[in-house]
T-cell receptor, first 113, second 115 residues
Framework: ETGVTQSPTHLIKTRGQQVTLRCSSQ?????VSWYQQALGQGPQFIFQ???????GRGNFPPRFSGLQFPNYSSELNVNALELDDSALYLC????????????FGQGTRLTVV | AQSVSQHNHHVILSEAASLELGCNYS??????LFWYVQYPGQHLQLLLK??????LVKGIKGFEAEFIKSKFSFNLRKPSVQWSDTAEYFC?????????????FGPGTRLSVLP
């Protein structure tokens, strides 16, 4: 196990709704990143948070937003859901050390109907 | 921007066959390189990583990878695969100096090992 937990594991939402996904980082890790993995593709970087501030963002629209809390847990919020948002959402925790690896949670499978 | 390509979408092998999965990346600066494996229904697991030093890296479960800087490649190898190696394999790159700590993943290679 990686020590990174995500909830919920599965979720079904209707187009136009809003969703919040949650991630609990590995102990001692102050950086959390979110990735979207569409079916049959590799994970795509959404954004990263370091010490409660956004610290990098991929090519995703503003309706994808996030939060990181003082205990380094994190949320991913997606507004105005679209069918193409259906994917596995992965959370990864790490540190800001130069040579570092990321530890991934099992993901939340989001289906938008 | 960085990009990562993986040579094969789906590889089918018999048990005991040798494996080589190709990975190429586009960034010309200093990079860290990784191979992750995703077993069905499970989280991404790190197989091996390269930060610096010996370009031949050994990982878990008998996997190894070779970093060839001149070819921008980081190919994954295993001399003899087992049925339990059936999974999706992802090559990933990060370039902390240029792009921070985010990872760029390849599209993945699905490995099916026949018993």
């Amino acid at each position: 196990e990686t020590g990174v937990t995500q909830s919920p594991t599965h979720l079904i939402k209707t187009r136009g709704q809003q969703v919040t996904l949650r991630c609990s980082s590995q102990s001692g890790h102050n950086t959390v990143s979110w990735y979207q993995q569409a079916l049959g593709q590799g994970p795509q970087f959404i954004f990263q948070y370091y010490r409660e501030e956004e610290n990098g963002r991929g090519n995703f629209p503003p309706r994808f937003s996030g939060l990181q809390f003082p205990n380094y847990s994190s949320e991913l919020n997606v507004n105005a859901l679209e069918l193409d948002d259906s994917a596995l959402y992965l959370c990864a925790s790490s540190t800001q050390r130069y040579n570092t690896e990321a530890f991934f949670g099992q993901g939340t499978r989001l289906t938008v109907v | 921007a960085q990009s990562v390509s993986q040579h094969n979408h789906h590889v089918i092998l018999s048990e005991a066959a040798s494996l080589e999965l190709g990975c190429n990346y586009s960034y010309g600066g200093t990079v860290n390189l990784f191979w992750y494996v995703q077993y069905p229904g499970q989280h991404l697991q790190l197989l091996l990583k390269y930060f610096s030093g010996d370009p031949l890296v050994k990982g878990i479960k008998g996997f190894e990878a070779e970093f060839i800087k001149s070819k921008f490649s980081f190919n994954l190898r295993k001399p003899s695969v087992q049925w339990s190696d059936t999974a999706e394999y992802f090559c990933a790159v990060n370039a902390p100096e240029a792009y921070g700590q985010n990872f760029v993943f390849g599209p993945g290679t699905r490995l099916s090992v026949l018993p």
